[in-house]
């Protein structure tokens, strides 16, 4: 059964500074992996979807990154600003079913 | 607006009662979905369904019952026999699987439930 663990649970880090999440999952056999944004109390927002044939994605001050082979995906944040304050959740979408499974999160502080 | 709505924001319910959430989404998606969302975990699939009239079961479905009458709407009842449904509920829809790699689900902004 796919596992998907994201180390840290929490992070705090000065307003400006680079940072990266991890997500690693335990069957490489997948379609994608999506890195999603929740805020309190709020419904998800999807940030990139990487394919299981690509490498990365990027969207603006975000790159996510894909290796399959070790069942480990990165989410880069670059310049973190106040509003990127938020739980940062990764799913994977196995190819044994048709749902995704989702990691616990990341509860991201960025201080001012 | 294109979008995924779900009603109400906030339920309170007594024990023993039944409740039925609501997911309604005009995105002219396929398939729906239902999941639980308790603090410090991910989130768990509850129902899905890919097609009017069918729905399967997920990881957690005992307690709950699902139904898919329109296209449109996928409403969620919490039963009686859910012994620990207070948490945060959210639905998502997506177009389908005819292209897996390419498939993401969008979201609703949520209900939390509370078992009074």
């Known amino acids: 059964k796919q596992e998907v663990t994201q180390i840290p649970a929490a992070l705090s880090v000065p307003e400006g500074e680079n940072l990266v999440l991890n997500c690693s999952f335990t069957?490489?056999?997948?379609?994608?992996l999506q890195w999603f944004r929740q805020d309190p109390g709020k419904g998800l927002t999807s940030l990139l979807l990487?394919?299981?044939?690509?490498r990365e994605q990027t969207s603006g001050r975000l790159n996510a990154s894909l290796d399959k082979s070790s069942g480990r995906s990165t989410l880069y944040i670059a310049a973190s600003q106040p509003g990127d304050s938020a739980t940062y959740l990764c799913?994977?979408?196995?190819?044994?079913?048709?749902?995704?499974?989702f990691g616990s999160g990341t509860q991201l502080t960025v201080l001012p | 607006d294109g979008g995924i709505t779900q009603s109400p924001k906030y339920l309170f319910r007594k024990e023993g009662q039944n409740v039925t959430l609501s997911c309604e989404q005009n995105?002219?998606?396929?398939?729906m979905y239902w999941y639980r969302q308790d603090p410090g975990q991910g989130l768990r699939l509850i129902y899905y369904?890919?097609?009017?009239?069918?729905?399967q079961k997920g990881d957690i479905a005992e307690g709950y019952s699902v139904s898919r009458e329109k296209k449109e709407s996928f409403p969620l009842t919490v039963t009686s026999a859910q012994k620990n449904p207070t948490a945060f509920y959210l639905c998502?829809?997506?177009?389908?699987?005819?292209?897996?790699?390419?498939?993401?689900?969008?979201f609703g902004p949520g209900t939390r439930l509370t078992v009074l």
């Open positions: 995105l002219n998606h396929d398939a």
């Open positions: 069957d490489s056999a997948i379609y994608n």
């Open positions: 369904s890919q097609i009017v009239n069918d729905f």
């Open positions: 990487i394919q299981s044939s690509q």
């Open positions: 998502a829809s997506s177009i389908g699987s005819p292209t897996p790699e390419e498939n993401t689900q969008y």
């Open positions: 799913a994977v979408r196995p190819r044994s079913a048709r749902q995704l499974t």
